[in-house]
């Protein structure tokens, strides 16, 4: 059974840190690319970063550029979102996900081929 399972989220004061942590498990993920989400109240889905499981290219989105890294850690099969300088506007459910193919990511409602339940992340001002 395949599983994506984060954890990490949490309150933080804005300019706070967290790092997310997303535990992958049930299959290779050798051909996939890694992604986290965020899904703030009342809106769609956003991308946030992604990386290529076996290569390590990484993508971010603007609105996180210069704050977030995504990274990974094969022995542990885990990918992370490191979280620097956060805003109030970061607030969301954050989840993993995993594809075989990155134009996925941009679609209105993105079809992964698995997903996490998602973490909470809460910002305050």
């Known amino acids: 059974q395949v599983q994506l399972v984060e954890s990490g989220g949490g309150l933080v004061q804005a300019g706070g840190s967290l790092r997310l942590s997303c535990a992958a498990s049930g299959r290779t993920f050798s051909s996939y690319w890694m992604v986290w989400f965020r899904q703030a109240p009342g809106k769609e889905h956003e991308f946030v970063a992604a990386?290529?499981?076996?290569?390590?290219?990484?993508y971010y989105a603007d609105s996180v550029k210069g704050r977030f890294t995504i990274s990974k850690d094969h022995a542990k099969n885990t990918v992370y979102l490191q979280m620097n300088s956060l805003k109030p506007e970061d607030t969301a459910v954050y989840s993993c996900?995993?594809?075989?193919?990155?134009?996925?990511?941009?679609?209105?409602?993105?079809?992964?081929?698995?997903w996490g339940k998602g973490t909470l992340v809460t910002v305050s001002s």
């Open positions: 996900a995993a594809t075989l193919s990155m134009d996925r990511v941009f679609e209105s409602n993105p079809t992964m081929d698995y």
């Open positions: 990386i290529s499981w076996s290569g390590g290219s990484t």
